[in-house]
């Protein structure tokens, strides 16, 4: 190339997709074919595209024909005078919202199957305090949490898994604080035992 000549613009589909894209599209494909919507030499043929896809050209096709996940309505959960928690199994959507209340909240991720690469979530400790569980592998991004009267710790690793969402964590610790951390040697033998019926 000479010195005078100017780079050709890229267009959108030729743009170089990362190792998180690649993978996103290969836990589609794996879950298109558990669904029985795609058999098995196709999904074979389809995950070695994906895999050595280099652009969105490329990789784009390989889902264009599986239906779209609608995304999870925002969640807002207030603990109230009671509490609230979500556990085990469910949608977790882009945005939440959380309200410590007076009875205090927990938020448990370890048993959910996220394909979001980003989760936003404003936590409130208020009086009851808001506890928030991620699983190993996750990473949480934490410093914009204002910590309040009730402090806040984050106890979690900064070691990211590919295909795992990252945590954006702000708001207030309020007057009970707020915590983020991996599940605690109790709950994951809960878990091993669960994995194990």
Same mark, same amino acid.
């Given at each position: 190339m000479g010195e005078n000549q100017q780079p050709t613009p890229v267009r959108p589909?030729?743009? $170089?997709? #990362?190792?998180? &894209?690649?993978e996103a599209v290969v836990e589609r494909l794996n879950t298109a074919a558990t669904e029985g919507r795609i058999d098995f030499s196709e999904l074979e043929v389809r995950l070695e595209l994906a895999l050595n896809a280099k652009t969105y050209a490329e990789l %784009?096709?390989?889902?264009?024909d599986l239906p779209?996940? %609608?995304?999870? &309505?925002?969640?807002?959960?207030?603990?109230?005078? @009671? /509490? %609230?928690?979500? =556990? /085990?199994?469910? $949608?977790?959507?882009?945005?939440? =919202?959380?309200?410590?209340g007076l009875g205090s909240v927990k938020l448990d991720f370890t048993q959910t199957e996220c394909r979001l690469p980003e989760i936003a979530i404003e936590a409130? /400790?208020? *009086?009851?305090?808001?506890?928030?569980? !991620?699983?190993?592998?996750?990473?949480a991004e934490t410093s914009e949490m204002n910590e309040g009267l009730g402090g806040f710790k984050d106890k979690t690793t900064s070691e990211r898994l590919p295909g795992t969402p990252r945590i954006r964590l702000t708001g207030n610790g /309020? *007057? #009970?604080?707020?915590? !983020? +951390?991996?599940? @605690? #040697?109790? &709950?994951? +033998?809960?878990? +091993? $035992? @669960?994995?194990q019926r």
């Open positions: 589909h030729q743009m $170089r997709v #990362s190792h998180d &894209e690649r %784009a096709p390989l889902t264009a779209q996940e %609608a995304p999870a &309505e925002p969640l807002v959960l207030k603990g109230g005078l @009671n /509490g %609230a928690t979500r =556990t /085990g199994h469910w $949608r977790v959507p882009a945005q939440i =919202t959380v309200y410590g409130h /400790g208020q *009086t009851g305090g808001v506890t928030i569980i !991620i699983p190993d592998g996750w990473v /309020g *007057t #009970s604080g707020v915590v !983020i +951390r991996h599940p @605690n #040697s109790w &709950e994951r +033998r809960v878990q +091993r $035992r @669960n994995q």
